[in-house]
DNA sequence: ATACTAATTATAAACATTATAATGTAAGAA
DNA sequence: TTCTTACATTATAATGTTTATAATTAGTAT
C-alpha cells in the first residue's frame, strides 16, 4: 500500500463516506500509480477482481472522490472523461495519437492568472493548461 | 457582412471545399460574433431558416471546417463541445457561475512547448489554457 | 444482533456524436 | 446552358458515454 493511498483513506475516514470493497479498489487502482485512467478503463481493469461490480458503481465513486476532492475529472478532447488522483499542481501534456496523458511541472502562471483579472475584471480562481503532442511511442510508429 | 466572415469565406476558395447554404449559413452564425455555440446551439439558431436541416450537417461541416483551420473545437467539463472562429492566438476566462467565456489575450507560453518538449519527449504541437473564474455581474449579484 | 441508511447491481434511459444509404445539388466540362 | 460527377445533405439508425431508476445488498452506529 503506497504512501499516497493510505492518505486518501484517512482523508475518507473524517467525511461520511462509507468505505466498501469497490471504493477501496477504485482508489488503489487511481493512486498506486500516476495513470489517468477512463472510467471505462478502472472498470476493465477491476472486473477480475469483482466479476459483478456495475459500471454504474465506478461512475458514481469517481463523482463522490471528486466531490471530496480526492480526483480531478480530465475533459480533454477525446470522448470520454480521464480521472487523475490529485496531488500537487502539475499540466498535462497529452498524445493527440493515443490519448497517453503526461505529468509535466512548471512554476509560475500566477502572472496570467493577475494580468488576466485586471483586464476582465473576473474575481479569478483558478486555470488549467494542457499541451497537445506525439508521444515519442507514436513518433516511433509514424517513421515506420 | 463583416470582414471576419468575407475573410474566411475566401479561404475556402482557395480549398476544394464546396460552399452550399447551410455552411454559409454556420460560418455567418460563428464568425458575425464571438460567441462560442454548441453544435446544438447552432443547429437550433438555424432551424428557423433550414427547417429541414439535418444536425449531422452541422457536425460534418463544424469538421470540415476545423480541418482547414477555421474553427476550434473547445472541449470543456461541460457535456458538449463548443465551437470557436478562429482568430489570433488567445485563451478563454470562462465564469464558473454563469458559463460566459471571455477572450483573454496573453503573448508567450512558447516557453512552456518547448520546455515541455525537452521534458517529456514529445512532438509538441499546440497548448490550451483556460482561467476560471467569476465573472463582473455574477460578483456584483453575490454581493446582494 | 438489529436497524437504518447508503451502496451496489441490473437495467433502461438520456444525451452527444458518428455512420449509413438514398437523394439532392455545386461546380467544372462539354 | 446543359451535363456529369463527385460531394453534400437528409433521414435514420447506431454507437458510446454517462446518468437515472428500482430492487437488492451491505456498512456502520446503537
Redesign the interface.
Known sequence: MTRRLQEALDSLKSTKVRMTPQRHAILEHLFSSFAHPTADEIYKALEGKFPNMSVATVYNNLRVFKDVGLVK?L???DSSSRFDSVTSEH?H?I??DCGKI?D?H?PG?DE??T???H??????????????????EC?KKEQH
Not at 128 to 133: A, D, V
Request: glycine content about 8%; some cysteine; overall charge negative.
Open positions: 475529472e475533459t480533454y478532447g499540466y501534456v498524445c493527440e503526461v509535466f512548471y502562471l496570467v492568472e494580468l488576466s483579472e483586464v476582465t475584471g473576473f474575481k479569478v480562481n483558478s486555470h488549467r493548461m494542457e499541451i497537445y503532442g506525439i508521444c515519442p513518433l
